[in-house]
């Protein structure tokens, strides 16, 4: 059980594309769903926290018209990169909980490249 | 001061070994502890979840928390090659919705 899916796994693209990632729980409903930045040999980094029907709430220093956030549905959450440039390559990893204090459950992560 | 401290090891034991994995904090807010296996271009696996002091077992991984020491490990027995991974920490404080995580302790079984 508590299966997260994110897609794509890959992505290279060209500088200025704006670039679409989707988290899907599969066998659970997501009533709060995250998304993280990790950078080679570190940990993970917190950029958002979306909550099902209400806008996302962004940590500090990240860029919420840069990185767009929906949570459509309890099922699905989406992260945009808009006009995406190489400072943004990096491994995107999303997560999802069920309620409370249930833990997170990640994905596979999306490695994104930007020529 | 970080909030949360992880040696990144790398770490190399022989397979079969006992393998302990730490993590120490400073914020006495933190309830749930969480341990994480990453395998490389992949998202992190919840392995053990806890609430409060105490031990856990679940097959051969072992959690402990020792709330008054700020001090939590992960114990793997019989240490297979497949247990090679980075192992990461997080914590959370009381309906929180952020996780703390450690920067995660490089693991190598060698066979």
């Known amino acids: 059980g508590a299966v997260v899916s994110q897609h794509p796994s890959r992505v290279i693209c060209k500088s200025g594309t704006s670039v679409k990632i989707e988290c899907r729980s599969l066998?659970?409903?997501?009533?709060?769903m995250f998304w993280y930045r990790q950078f080679p040999k570190q940990s993970l980094m917190l950029m958002a926290t979306?909550?099902?029907?209400?806008?996302?709430?962004?940590e500090q220093g990240v860029e919420k018209d840069k990185f767009l956030i929906n949570h459509a549905s309890l099922t699905l959450s989406t992260l945009t990169v808009t006009s995406a440039h190489p400072e943004d390559s990096s491994f995107y990893i999303c997560?999802?909980?069920?309620?409370?204090?249930?833990?997170?459950?990640f994905g596979d992560g999306t490695r994104l490249s930007i020529l | 001061q970080k909030e949360v401290e992880q040696d990144p090891g790398p770490l190399s034991v022989p397979e079969g070994a006992i393998v302990s994995l730490n993590c120490t904090y400073s914020?006495?807010?933190?309830?749930?502890f969480m341990w994480y296996r990453q395998y490389s271009r992949k998202g992190p696996e919840l392995l053990m979840y806890?609430?409060?002091?105490g031990n856990k077992e679940d097959g051969r991984f072992t959690a402990q928390v020792d709330k008054s020491s700020k001090y939590i490990s992960l114990f793997i027995r019989d240490s297979q090659p497949s247990d090679s991974a980075t192992y990461l920490c997080?914590?959370?404080?009381?309906?929180?919705?952020?996780?703390?995580f450690g920067t995660g302790t490089r693991l190598t079984v060698i066979p």
């Open positions: 997560s999802a909980r069920e309620r409370g204090i249930q833990p997170q459950h």
């Open positions: 066998d659970f409903q997501a009533t709060t």
């Open positions: 979306s909550n099902e029907g209400s806008k996302a709430t962004y």
């Open positions: 914020n006495s807010a933190f309830q749930y």
């Open positions: 806890t609430y409060s002091s």
């Open positions: 997080a914590m959370s404080k009381t309906g929180a919705n952020n996780l703390f």
